[in-house]
């Protein structure tokens, strides 16, 4: 069952500036979805027009099957943590949670019984009575989410809830939340700009850009087939590394010309570029993501000097220069690697991933139809 | 090193700001205290110099017969601040006294008290008749010689005038100096020798006796001679919290929309609505007469509440949009997320919130519209507001400053028991609102 569907949904404001533009997508019930992109992609945006808490200026929004999107917040049957909890002030914890629970025609004993089980699940139930400027900011977050729960809404929008919190504290939300989210089975729609949250949390992760959606998929999918060079840049730390290359068909074969290198595609890349050629001047790029360069003992696609090691302890990452442009690589703790030292480069050629250089595009094989 | 470098600093430091905020305080009582402690005073006490720190709780009278044949009875008051008695009235007219002393010192002497007490004066005479007759004899003598003195001086200050610019008469000059130094010496012995005589004579011709004061008769007074003033206080307080009620309602309104909303030519509005308050109110007062007049609301609260709300709503706009600008949107979008219609959200949730700083802007609006003075001379006529009564009682014909200190003090009171009422809300707000 579809819980959540978004159809053209579009935000304009003012006469030019597009908050967010023809936004498509379906939610399954159950599901955890994260919008990820960086500040001002518009993520935010959509997130409050599910919310009803922005007009939509062209599109459609349908909770399970039902069109809402005129309707005031109140009738969306949604429930919603703030980034600043916006947790009420004038009211102790218990009457935080009870408040939305008060329009429900419940009895005084539903509701207190409501108000202990979530916070029960949620670790506050010490500090029912006590006043939010009492509680640190990770226990305000907590009761933002225990009020959030108690409505058992159809559809739970987060926005960016957990980044006001320090670095460890927001790992272990993150864990928490999750949890949380497989005991109420509640269908989720998170807002972040923290690509780890999205990648540790998410069911389905939607990436955005400029108010466009660039890629919707599965954690693994955003990683190892990244829609365009956005995403791959911003998906992965560090991020991918991007080398422009020529390309070049010579006697069947395929071959990669870099001022620096020069290789024989192998069979699948080759495929691609024989497929889709690129748009323009056909200069594409190359995708590798850091773990995929290896350092081997003996001269392989190129060698270079190392500018920079940065020692992580689990791993190393290692950087050079190519042509001006820093590139990294992910190697494993041992052996060392000395800055200076010469090293030969070896590229896991069935995880690189080439784009177009001028529109940024993925180029893909096609599929086959079977 | 550095540390015990810096110690005395800090102590100066310190003293310093100490010693500031003791003069800040200091300027901001005295006159507060000098207009309470003067609304206690007496008539003779307000206008006696120096001026007596605190309001005496007991009068002293001294009562003497001037003229017993023609049963002219002299009152005196006794005065802290000259340290001796000072004579206030003279008259024969035992009702007179009466009432010239309640209003001279706010004692009440009745007549009967004043008449037992001029009996014992003259039981006292009596009594020491001959005494006091040797006693007036050597006051008389004492006198004669005084006149002679008082001649001889006179004669040796022209004598000098005429000498200091003569030449060659260096010694004589120096002689008359000398005679005049004699003189006065002279003069003021016999001085003390009158006084002496007369001190020991005053106990045989006088009474003397303590009345307490009557402490709120200034205030009594007050409302006694300006018959409107208990009226007007009424006006008054209805006049501002009308103000209060309509600046609070359409300025509160008005401030949230500033605050909550974008739309167009919002910081114009925004400006344009200080400019109300650039023109004084005294000039805005005449057109208003005749606007008022023609509404039927001239000499009338609501009419002045509706002229002060114009000023007031725009300090109102700018206090209370700033106020619910520090509530954060996301506390009333949570209460609409959460089963809340936007009135919902604002009632239950922002003005909650708000209610401290609402209740300072009630309080701007209520102590401005209370003791307004200039408009309200204008725009009242039969039904004039306390300000008005307490200013009128200042200018009038016989301008008692203790009485119009009592006004000011009485006008003060409901604003600052409307402060204390709220103070809660205005401690709060001076630490913003806490989200």
């Not at chain 1, 599910?50 to 109140?74: Q, S, W, Y």
């Not at chain 2, 008695?85 to 009745?110: G, H, M, P, W």
């Not at chain 2, 709300?309 to 725009?314: H, K, L, M, R």
Request: proline content about 5%; aromatic content about 8%; hydrophobic content about 45%.
């Amino acid at each position: 069952m579809i819980a959540l569907q978004l159809e053209g949904l579009s935000k304009r404001y003012g006469t030019k500036v597009w908050g967010a533009k023809d936004v498509n997508l379906q939610v399954s019930e159950q599901e955890f979805i994260v919008f990820l992109g960086p500040s001002g992609c518009g993520k935010t945006t959509t997130l409050r027009m599910i919310a009803g808490l922005e007009e939509v200026t062209e599109g459609r929004i349908l909770i399970h099957g039902k069109e809402v999107t005129d309707l005031p917040p109140r009738s969306r049957d949604i429930s919603m943590v703030f980034q600043s909890y916006a947790v009420w002030p004038h009211m102790t914890v218990f009457e935080n949670i009870a408040f939305p629970l008060k329009l429900k025609k419940l009895t005084k004993e539903q509701i207190a019984d409501t108000v202990h089980a979530v916070s029960d699940m949620t670790n506050i139930s010490p500090y029912l009575e006590r006043y939010p400027r009492q509680l640190s900011g990770g226990q305000r977050q907590r009761v933002a989410l225990a009020r959030a729960i108690a409505v058992k809404p159809k559809l739970f929008l987060m926005d960016e809830p957990l980044s006001n919190l320090d670095a460890k504290l927001r790992v272990r939300m993150r864990t928490e939340l999750k949890a949380i989210h497989h005991r109420t089975q509640a269908t989720t729609v998170f807002v972040t700009h923290d690509q780890a949250e999205a990648m540790s949390m998410a069911d389905r992760i939607v990436i955005m850009e400029n108010g466009k959606i660039i890629q919707i998929g599965t954690p693994d999918q955003v990683y190892f087939d990244s829609a365009n060079v956005f995403v791959a840049g911003f998906i992965g730390t560090p991020p991918t590394n991007f080398i422009p290359v020529d390309w070049r068909m010579e006697n069947g074969t395929t071959r990669l010309l870099h001022p620096d290198f020069q290789f024989d595609a192998p069979d699948a890349l080759a495929r691609i570029l024989q497929q889709n050629p690129p748009s323009g001047d056909g200069k594409i790029l190359l995708g590798i993501r850091p773990e995929s360069m290896k350092i081997v003992d003996n001269p392989a696609v190129l060698s270079t000097s190392t500018l920079v090691v940065e020692p992580q302890g689990s791993h190393q990452i290692v950087a050079f220069e190519l042509q001006g442009q820093i590139l990294k690589i992910l190697a494993p703790p041992f052996p060392k690697v000395r800055e200076g030292q010469t090293i030969h480069v070896d590229f896991e050629w069935n995880r690189v991933m080439l784009f177009d250089e001028n529109s940024g595009l993925r180029l893909k094989e096609k599929e086959v139809k079977a | 090193m550095s540390r015990r470098g810096s110690r005395p600093g800090k102590l100066v430091g310190r003293t310093l700001f100490y010693v500031l905020i003791a003069g800040v305080v200091l300027v901001i009582l005295t006159p507060i205290y000098f207009l309470v402690a003067i609304s206690f005073m007496s008539d003779r006490e307000a206008y006696d110099w120096p001026l007596p720190l605190v309001p005496g709780f007991f009068t002293q009278f001294r009562l003497e017969l001037s003229d017993p044949e023609e049963g002219l009875v002299l009152l005196s008051v006794y005065s802290n601040a000259q340290g001796k008695f000072v004579s206030i009235a003279e008259s024969a007219d035992l009702e007179y006294l009466e009432s010239f002393t309640r209003r001279k010192t706010n004692c009440t002497l009745d007549q009967e008290y004043l008449q037992a007490q001029i009996e014992q004066v003259q039981q006292k005479m009596g009594q020491n008749q001959q005494l006091l007759e040797q006693g007036q004899q050597s006051v008389d003598e004492l006198k004669g010689k005084m006149a002679k003195i008082n001649a001889e001086l006179v004669k040796t200050t022209r004598k000098l005038n005429l000498l200091t610019g003569a030449a060659g008469m260096e010694q004589m000059l120096k002689d008359t100096q000398a005679q005049l130094v004699q003189l006065k010496a002279q003069k003021e012995e016999l001085d003390k020798q009158i006084a002496a005589v007369e001190n020991q004579l005053a106990p045989l011709r006088s009474v003397e006796f303590r009345k307490p004061k009557n402490l709120l008769a200034n205030y009594v007074t007050f409302f006694k001679v300006s018959a409107d003033a208990l009226m007007a206080l009424f006006r008054s307080l209805q006049v501002a919290l009308l103000t209060v009620l309509i600046s609070l309602s359409i300025g509160g309104l008005a401030g949230y929309a500033f605050a909550r909303y974008g739309f167009r030519g919002k910081n114009m509005l925004k400006i344009s609505v200080l400019f109300v308050r650039m023109f004084p109110g005294i000039a805005i007062a005449m057109p208003m007469v005749v606007i008022l007049a023609q509404m039927g609301f001239y000499d009338q609260p609501l009419g002045l509440s509706l002229v002060y709300s114009v000023g007031q709503i725009a300090m109102t706009i700018w206090i209370t949009a700033s106020i619910f600008l520090g509530i954060p949107v996301e506390l009333e979008e949570a209460a609409l997320v959460f089963g809340r219609s936007r009135a919902g959200a604002f009632f239950k949730i922002t003005l909650p919130l708000a209610l401290p700083g609402l209740a300072a802007s009630a309080m701007y609006a209520f102590i401005g519209s209370w003791a307004e003075t200039a408009q309200a001379i204008v725009l009242t006529q039969f039904n004039p507001t306390f300000p008005v009564v307490v200013y009128q009682t200042m200018v009038g014909a016989k301008g008692m400053i203790n009485l119009v200190a009592a006004g000011g003090v009485a006008m003060a009171l409901p604003a600052v028991l409307f402060t204390i009422l709220i103070r809660k809300y205005i401690l709060q707000m001076w630490g913003g609102v806490r989200v």
